[in-house]
């Protein structure tokens, strides 16, 4: 019994002798002993009191004890927020703790002045980067680098003057970027297509209600390799469509190599075609990479 406790029974107890003696004096003077309480009645209404009392007291310092559990409770839940927060951003970022410093991408351009509208000088074809594919490689790697992926573009201008060495000036400038950046195993070499001399606009899609340019693989039959590079020009066609729905890269199949060879995850992507305009084209950049990163999440985990 605590001291607060053991001073209120002592008041009650004086409280209760006091109260007899003037009871009982008053009951011999005056003659009212039918209006005032006996002594057993009395030691009742003490005992009541002090019962009361206690009550009060252990209900005062119930009240305070769950005031106390309350805090550490609401304590508690915002500690598990913060925990629950840090702990979705520490796995939204673990994947990339597991890719290498070193770039695992590389986009180039055998094709490197192929442009959009409204750049529609020389059939479609300009050395500026602004308009071009060149401009949509730019695109894809700040999308690409925001992920944590590692990116080398390369804007060499291979189909000047000769547009028939294209190819030959490409494959040139692939095998040094491999050779100086190994652990870059997805290769892309970004292009355009060409639209039908008879069409008003371009391919495209609606995302998020805007228009995005639609795009397409090309894989190469004539490579050793052919049957990695389909599945994987598969992988990220079908990926694009189930992440975005109406965006499913098509894959055209031609008895070439492109270049392809050089690794079995090699993309010749054609993103939209001339007549798209290049805020169309730039929109199929960001989404492309957006499936990309999440191709190359899944296969490096």
């Given at each position: 019994?605590?001291?607060?406790?053991?001073?209120?029974?002592?008041?009650?107890?004086?409280?209760?002798?006091?109260?007899?003696?003037?009871?009982?004096?008053?009951?011999?003077?005056?003659?009212?002993?039918?209006?005032?309480?006996?002594?057993?009645?009395?030691?009742?209404?003490?005992?009541?009191?002090?019962?009361?009392?206690?009550?009060?007291?252990?209900?005062?310092?119930?009240?305070?004890?769950?005031?106390?559990?309350?805090?550490?409770?609401?304590?508690?839940?915002?500690?598990?927020?913060?925990?629950?927060?840090?702990?979705?951003?520490?796995?939204?970022?673990?994947?990339?703790?597991?890719?290498?410093?070193?770039?695992?991408?590389?986009?180039?351009?055998?094709?490197?002045?192929?442009?959009?509208?409204?750049?529609?000088?020389?059939?479609?074809?300009?050395?500026?980067?602004?308009?071009?594919?060149?401009?949509?490689?730019?695109?894809?790697?700040?999308?690409?680098?925001?992920?944590?992926?590692?990116?080398?573009?390369?804007?060499?201008?291979?189909?000047?003057?000769?547009?028939?060495?294209?190819?030959?000036?490409?494959?040139?400038?692939?095998?040094?970027?491999?050779?100086?950046?190994?652990?870059?195993?997805?290769?892309?070499?970004?292009?355009?297509?060409?639209?039908?001399?008879?069409?008003?606009?371009?391919?495209?899609?609606?995302?998020?209600?805007?228009?995005?340019?639609?795009?397409?693989?090309?894989?190469?039959?004539?490579?050793?390799?052919?049957?990695?590079?389909?599945?994987?020009?598969?992988?990220?066609?079908?990926?694009?469509?189930?992440?975005?729905?109406?965006?499913?890269?098509?894959?055209?199949?031609?008895?070439?190599?492109?270049?392809?060879?050089?690794?079995?995850?090699?993309?010749?992507?054609?993103?939209?075609?001339?007549?798209?305009?290049?805020?169309?084209?730039?929109?199929?950049?960001?989404?492309?990479?957006?499936?990309?990163?999440?191709?190359?999440?899944e296969e490096n985990r």
């Amino acid at each position: 019994m605590d001291l607060r406790r053991k001073g209120m029974l002592i008041i009650t107890a004086a409280v209760f002798l006091v109260s007899t003696l003037y009871f009982t004096t008053a009951k011999t003077t005056f003659g009212l002993s039918s209006m005032i309480p006996d002594e057993e009645q009395l030691g009742k209404m003490c005992i009541r009191q002090v019962s009361a009392a206690a009550r009060i007291d252990d209900n005062t310092e119930e009240t305070s004890d769950n005031t106390d559990d309350d805090a550490t409770a609401d304590t508690n839940l915002e500690s598990s927020a913060e925990n629950s927060k840090d702990s979705a951003e520490k796995k939204e970022n673990v994947w990339k703790k597991k890719l290498p410093d070193d770039p695992l991408v590389i986009i180039y351009h055998t094709h490197s002045s192929e442009s959009y509208m409204p750049y529609k000088e020389s059939n479609y074809h300009r050395e500026e980067v602004k308009g071009t594919v060149r401009e949509v490689g730019d695109v894809m790697e700040e999308t690409l680098e925001k992920k944590g992926i590692n990116v080398i573009h390369d804007k060499t201008v291979h189909d000047r003057p000769s547009y028939n060495e294209s190819y030959n000036k490409s494959l040139a400038t692939i095998q040094s970027l491999k050779k100086k950046y190994p652990t870059a195993v997805y290769i892309i070499d970004l292009h355009r297509d060409a639209a039908a001399s008879s069409a008003k606009e371009g391919k495209y899609t609606i995302i998020d209600g805007k228009r995005v340019a639609k795009f397409s693989l090309v894989v190469g039959q004539a490579n050793e390799n052919y049957v990695e590079l389909y599945d994987f020009a598969k992988k990220v066609g079908n990926r694009a469509g189930e992440m975005y729905s109406g965006f499913t890269g098509a894959i055209i199949e031609k008895n070439y190599n492109y270049n392809e060879f050089v690794s079995n995850k090699a993309l010749l992507l054609e993103v939209g075609n001339n007549k798209n305009t290049i805020e169309e084209a730039n929109a199929c950049g960001r989404y492309l990479a957006e499936v990309l990163a999440d191709v190359i999440e899944e296969e490096n985990r």
